[in-house]
């Protein structure tokens, strides 16, 4: 168990609609990374918070937004969804700021868009 | 762009094998992480390294950083079936400690 918890595990849905992922990091831990990792694929970098600021953006589409609150959980919000936007999303924690970065993940939600 | 390429994508070999995967860039790094996934499970961190020729043993797994800091390899020794999964490397940029992640090796063992 790494301390990071995600709901929900499994989410259905169809295209068009809009979905919330919820995350909590280990405890101490102030940075909240957000994953996204289609069947048989690499993990893609999506968006980073860090103490309740963004900090880093990677590949995550218009239609994706992020945020992290003052209790640092974070949620994911993914709209007008596509059947291409079907996969595991994943969320990390991370102490930050240190050359290590170690993260350490949750058990994902898996997406599935109809 | 810093690129972390991983060789090989997929490998498939018998029980009580050794193999190698590495782990190359061309640009240096704080530090490199290793990672093992399981499907449908989140990446589970199995070692950092931090300083270049350091080396790592994890039972039958040792990790190697290059002196460089630029390249790293995992070689497990007699593989298991409970070594199948998705190897990934991710390096820490020198300038901010954002991860560059490498694409992942996919590693079965068969019985």
């Known amino acids: 168990d790494s301390g990071v918890t995600q709901t929900p595990k499994h989410l259905i849905t169809a295209t068009g609609q809009r979905v919330t992922l919820r995350c909590s990091p280990r405890s101490g831990d102030l940075s909240v990374y957000w994953y996204q990792q289609s069947l048989d694929q690499g993990l893609q970098f999506l968006i980073q918070y860090y103490n309740g600021e963004e900090r880093a953006k990677g590949n995550i589409l218009e239609r994706f937004s992020a945020q992290q609150f003052p209790d640092l959980h974070s949620e994911l919000n993914l709209s007008s969804l596509e059947l291409g936007d079907s996969a595991l999303y994943f969320c990390?924690?991370?102490?930050?700021?240190?050359?290590?970065?170690?993260?350490?993940f949750g058990p994902g939600t898996r997406l599935t868009v109809l | 762009t810093q690129l972390l390429e991983q060789s090989p994508q997929f490998l498939s070999i018998q029980e009580g094998e050794n193999l190698t995967v590495y782990c190359n860039s061309s640009?240096?790094?704080?530090?490199l992480q290793w990672y093992r996934q399981e499907p449908g499970e989140g990446p589970v961190l199995l070692v950092t390294v931090v300083t270049g020729g350091e080396v790592k043993k994890l039972k039958r797994l040792t990790f190697q950083f290059g002196d460089a800091r630029k390249d790293s390899s995992l070689h497990i020794t007699a593989a298991q079936p409970g070594d199948t999964g998705l190897y990934l490397c991710?390096?820490?940029?020198?300038?901010?400690?954002?991860?560059?992640w490498g694409a992942g090796t996919k590693l079965i063992i068969k019985p």
């Open positions: 990390a924690s991370s102490v930050s700021g240190t050359r290590l970065n170690e993260q350490f």
């Open positions: 991710a390096g820490a940029r020198d300038s901010n400690y954002q991860l560059i």
């Open positions: 640009s240096v790094f704080s530090s």
